[in-house]
Structures are given as C-alpha cells and as structure tokens.
C-alpha cells in the first residue's frame, strides 16, 4: 500500500510519522520542496535575527519514510506529477501544503523562508533610524513588529492595520500587547497599506492568510479560499483517497495554526490506518486551549481561551508568559517528529 504525503509542515510531519508507527505495512513517502523543516511560527524569529526556524527533515521524519525533495505541481488520478516532470504514484494522499506565500512586489513576507531570509538581510544592511513597516495587526504582525523592534533597537518600527490590532484577543490581552508595543517604541497606526512602499526603508508584510492554490488547481473540491473541502472524518469531498490536514484543509471552525494543523494530521493519519485495516474512520474534533503572542524575547501574552476558541476573561504577560511560549513552540516541533501528543476535544 503506497501512501503519499504533500508538505512536510506541522501537519505533514505529524501525519507521516504517526503513519509510520501505525500503517506498519505501508510504504510511506514526503514530498516537499526542501530537505528541512520549517518551523513557521518562528519566522518572525529567523527574520530579526533572533532565533531559527528549520531543522534538518532527517532529524524529523521516522527512518522508514522516504523524503523526496520537489513540488507538486499536480495531482492526478492515482499520481502525482512534480515540477522536474516526474511522476509518483499513490493509492492514499495526505494533502498537507499548508500556507502560501504572496506579498505585493517591494514588500517582504514573513510566512515563507526565502522572502523571510532576504529581510533578514536587509534589516541587517539598514541603518540606524531607518523606518521599518510592519503590515497586518494579526497575532504574526504583533510578534514580527515586536520581534524587529527588540532585535534591531536603532530602526524605526510602525506596525499598519487595518483592522483592531490584536482583534482576536481579549480586551485585557489586547491592552497589554499595546502596553508591550509601545515599550518597545512600536508605533501602532490604522490604516490599509495602498501598495506604495511610502517613507518606509523597508516593508514586512505579515498577513500569513494564503494558502496553497494546489488543490483547486488538481481539481479537488475547495472553498472560496482554495482550501481542500473534507468530510468529518477530514476525507476530500470529491477524492475519498484523499485526506487534508493543516492549513490547506476546510475545516470548520478551525483557525489557521499549528494548534489546528497538528491534532489535524494525527488525526488524519490515525484514520488513514483505520480505513487500511478495514475499519471505520473516526469523526474530527479538537477544542481550543489559548492563542500565544511573543513579544520579542523576553515577552509574551497568554490569552486563555474557550475550547470554541472564544477568548476568556483570563491572560497573562512578562518573562512566564515568554518562557510558556518557547515551551509550546518546542513541544509542537517535538509533537510532530514523535507524534505522540493528545488534544481536547471541541466543545458540546
Ligand atoms: C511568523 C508566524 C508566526 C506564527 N505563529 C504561530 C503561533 O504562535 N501559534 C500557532 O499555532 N500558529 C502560528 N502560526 C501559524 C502556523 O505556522 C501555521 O498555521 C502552520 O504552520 C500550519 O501548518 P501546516 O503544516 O498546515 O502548513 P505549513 O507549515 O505551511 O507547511 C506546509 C508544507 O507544505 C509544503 N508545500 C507547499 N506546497 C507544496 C507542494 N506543491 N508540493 C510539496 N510540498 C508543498 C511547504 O513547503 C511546507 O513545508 C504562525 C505563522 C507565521 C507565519
């Protein structure tokens, strides 16, 4: 039984691996464009200067899966075809692709590893007291816009939103995250960037909002957004060899993270394996815990949150709150290359 698995994100990894320990007869195959992992939530980190984001896919994967370096450029009836126009058969797919990366032209994005490197090195090259703009008020620009100002202390930083900056958090969470900005001399302003670069030296555009068009380009049911239609037990609606998992998959209620992507691909593949041993699959359901915003290094806020993903009344912020974000960052990378972990299920 051959098994293919597009993307080796959380979502990816995390399906493939749980697949090599419970899918013992199936011959398992990655294909993503790099060797690495890329840890996304840490591009902001990778970006400034202040930390990583990719680790080594060797150190990720189970031995018994094969990685094969490419694209997919479609997906056909029973094979894929790859950019270097090779084919690679299936009889199961796990479409994991996860996030696109598109920003208007002068801007750099922060959610995809190559444009996040070339901003790496052009904050590098900026002088001190050159202007940095920040686009988009969501939970990534807040920590790119914070990440830049504490790393690069001589640069200029203005976060651009158009919307409420952190309109996903709490009104007390919300209130802290501009106390932290503003400690850090981030200038916060409303407003809808017009795609002219302006008086900034340099511009990150943080809406990591885009997924990958592959599914609507191979034919698969998708919703306006380009992502993979599935049923509850997270099959494709129009392919029943298909799974999709993470960002790239129509699930309802679920927000684009990695606390979405890695309950997701566990359970995709644990209901994979079912259907290989001739059983059911089991229904979907993952209930929400919190969402974590770093705030540069030594910082963080905490917003708890209702299993419907409502934020409560509860947060909290400073060095226990940063040293509880790097704590789930590590435990999500562990998560996927152990795929060991366990999740709450969706409210009632
Ligand atoms: C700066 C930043 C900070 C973030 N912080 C947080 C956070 O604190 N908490 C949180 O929960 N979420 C956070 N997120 C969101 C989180 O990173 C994503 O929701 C998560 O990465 C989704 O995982 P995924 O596996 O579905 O997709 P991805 O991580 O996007 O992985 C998809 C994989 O598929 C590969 N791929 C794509 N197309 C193809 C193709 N055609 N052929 C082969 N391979 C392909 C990609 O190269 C990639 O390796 C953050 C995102 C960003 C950008």
Same mark, same amino acid.
């Given at each position: 039984m051959s098994i293919v698995v597009i993307g080796a994100g959380y979502a990816g990894t995390v399906a493939a691996n749980r697949l090599a320990k419970k899918a013992p007869g199936a011959r398992i195959t990655v294909v993503n464009p790099r060797a690495e992992f890329v840890e996304r939530v840490r591009l902001h980190e990778h970006l400034a200067g202040s930390g990583g984001a990719v680790t080594p896919l060797t150190e990720m994967l189970n031995p018994r899966i094969r990685l094969v370096v490419g694209t997919v450029d479609k997906i056909g009836d029973g094979s894929l075809l790859l950019a270097d126009g090779?084919?690679?058969?299936?009889?199961? %797919?796990?479409?994991?692709? !996860?996030?696109?990366?598109?920003?208007?032209?002068? @801007?750099?994005?922060?959610?995809? %590893?190559?444009? +996040?490197e070339r901003a790496r090195a052009a904050l590098a090259d900026l002088p001190d007291g050159a202007r940095v703009t920040v686009v988009g008020g969501g939970?990534?620009?807040?920590? @790119?816009?914070?990440?830049?100002?504490?790393?690069?202390? !001589?640069?200029?930083?203005?976060?651009?939103?158009?919307?409420?900056?952190?309109?996903?958090?709490?009104?007390? +969470?919300?209130?802290?995250?501009?106390?932290?900005?503003?400690?850090?001399?981030? +200038?916060?302003?409303?407003?809808?960037?017009?795609?002219?670069?302006?008086?900034?030296?340099?511009?990150?555009?943080?809406?990591?909002?885009?997924?990958?068009?592959?599914?609507?380009?191979?034919? %698969?049911?998708?919703d306006a957004d380009g992502r993979v239609l599935v049923d509850e037990y997270l099959r494709s609606v129009s392919d029943p060899r298909v799974l999709a998992v993470g960002d790239g998959a129509a699930v309802p209620g679920a927000r684009l993270s990695c606390q979405t992507a890695l309950p997701q691909g566990a359970h995709g593949a644990d209901n994979l394996a079912r259907?290989?041993?001739? +059983?059911?699959?089991?229904?979907?359901?993952?209930?929400? @815990? !919190?969402?974590?915003?770093?705030?540069?290094?030594?910082?963080?806020?905490i917003q708890v949150a209702r299993r419907d993903d409502s934020p409560t009344r509860i947060w909290f912020a400073g060095r226990p709150a940063a040293a509880l974000k790097e704590q789930v960052c590590r435990l999500a990378r562990g998560a996927a290359r152990t795929a060991t972990f366990a999740w709450l299920p969706a409210p009632r």
């Open positions: 090779t084919t690679l058969p299936f009889e199961h %797919l796990v479409y994991a692709a !996860g996030g696109a990366v598109t920003a208007p032209s002068g @801007t750099f994005a922060v959610g995809g %590893l190559e444009s +996040a939970l990534t620009g807040i920590e @790119t816009a914070a990440e830049v100002a504490e790393s690069h202390p !001589g640069l200029r930083v203005r976060l651009l939103s158009e919307g409420e900056v952190g309109a996903s958090l709490g009104e007390g +969470a919300r209130g802290r995250v501009h106390r932290e900005l503003a400690r850090l001399g981030v +200038a916060v302003e409303r407003g809808r960037f017009d795609g002219a670069v302006g008086d900034a030296d340099l511009v990150l555009w943080a809406i990591a909002t885009q997924v990958s068009d592959l599914g609507a380009r191979s034919g %698969l049911a998708v259907i290989l041993e001739g +059983a059911a699959p089991k229904r979907y359901s993952m209930g929400y @815990t !919190g969402q974590n915003v770093s705030i540069g290094r030594r910082s963080a806020v």
